[in-house]
């Protein structure tokens, strides 16, 4: 079982930046390490979408074309921690963002799908005003 929580969501305005982390609890490190962990995000009245992913064994990267060239996803292995930097943001990335986990690596399985991951955190919001 992993717990996941998420953090660092917030209101900026256009242009601006933000940095979510998540940190993941009840994995051991060996578990952590074969983990694809994700970032999605829901708008208002929208389906939930992947915005990133990482495989924390082998830190494959995997992007939406949305947020590709404009964010950057990272993990602190030692702290078991997900970073998800989000920079040049754009009204339209008003959402809910939530971080989510899954066994096994992101390139074995279609990642930027809910169905894929298991274990999901509660979510942070994150508002862009123009």
């Known amino acids: 079982q992993v717990q996941l929580v998420e953090s660092g969501g917030g209101s900026v305005q256009a242009g601006g930046s933000l940095r979510l982390a998540c940190v993941a609890s009840?994995?051991?490190?060996?578990?952590?390490?074969?983990?694809?962990m994700g970032w999605f995000r829901q708008a208002l009245g929208k389906e939930r979408e992947g915005v990133a992913a990482?495989?924390?064994?082998?830190?494959?990267?995997y992007y939406a074309d949305s947020v590709k060239g404009r964010s950057t996803i990272s993990q602190d292995k030692a702290k078991k921690t997900l970073y998800l930097d989000l920079n040049s943001l754009k009204p339209e990335d008003t959402a809910v963002y939530y971080c989510?986990?899954?066994?096994?690596?992101?390139?074995?399985?279609?990642?930027?799908?809910?169905?894929?991951?298991?274990?999901w955190g509660q979510g942070t919001q994150v508002t862009v005003s123009s």
């Open positions: 989510a986990a899954a066994v096994g690596w992101c390139g074995d399985r279609r990642w930027s799908l809910q169905s894929s991951f298991a274990y």
């Open positions: 009840g994995a051991s490190g060996y578990t952590y390490s074969s983990l694809c």
């Open positions: 990482i495989s924390t064994g082998t830190y494959s990267r």
